[in-house]
Nanobody
Framework: QVQVVESGGGLAQAGGSLRLSCPASGGIFSLHDMGWYRQAPGKQRELVASITSGGTIVYVDSLKARFTISRDNAKNTVYLQMNSLKPEDTAVYLC?????????WGQGTQVTVSS
């Protein structure tokens, strides 16, 4: 089963950018659908963006203009480029790998945006 580990989070100022990375290991990465989710304190986990093994991308409408998901199958990694960050983007960002009924989550990386 694929294991995923997020990185790239941290503290950013409003208007700044961060790039999250999620390398995967233990499986055939190119066959997995990948997704980024986030969970803010006291809120439910929500989808940010996803990219299928075939490259189909879905975004939450409210984030589409500022966030970009991409994958590099040669590096077994999915990325989330976040621009024009806002304080309300503060959350733990989690990476999810899916192939059929096999689902793997990372531990998450904290993103904190200061105003």
């Amino acid at each position: 089963q694929v294991q995923v580990v997020e990185s790239g989070g941290g503290l950013a100022q409003a208007g700044g950018s961060l790039r999250l990375s999620c390398p995967a290991s233990g499986g055939i990465f190119s066959l997995h659908d990948m997704g980024w989710y986030r969970q803010a304190p006291g809120k439910q986990r929500e989808l940010v963006a996803s990219i299928t093994s075939g490259g189909t991308i879905v975004y939450v409408d409210s984030l589409k203009a500022r966030f970009t998901i991409s994958r590099d199958n040669a590096k077994n990694t999915v990325y989330l480029q976040m621009n024009s960050l806002k304080p309300e983007d503060t959350a733990v960002y989690l990476c999810k790998s899916t192939r059929g009924f096999l689902v793997s989550w990372g531990q998450g990386t904290q993103v904190t945006v200061s105003s």
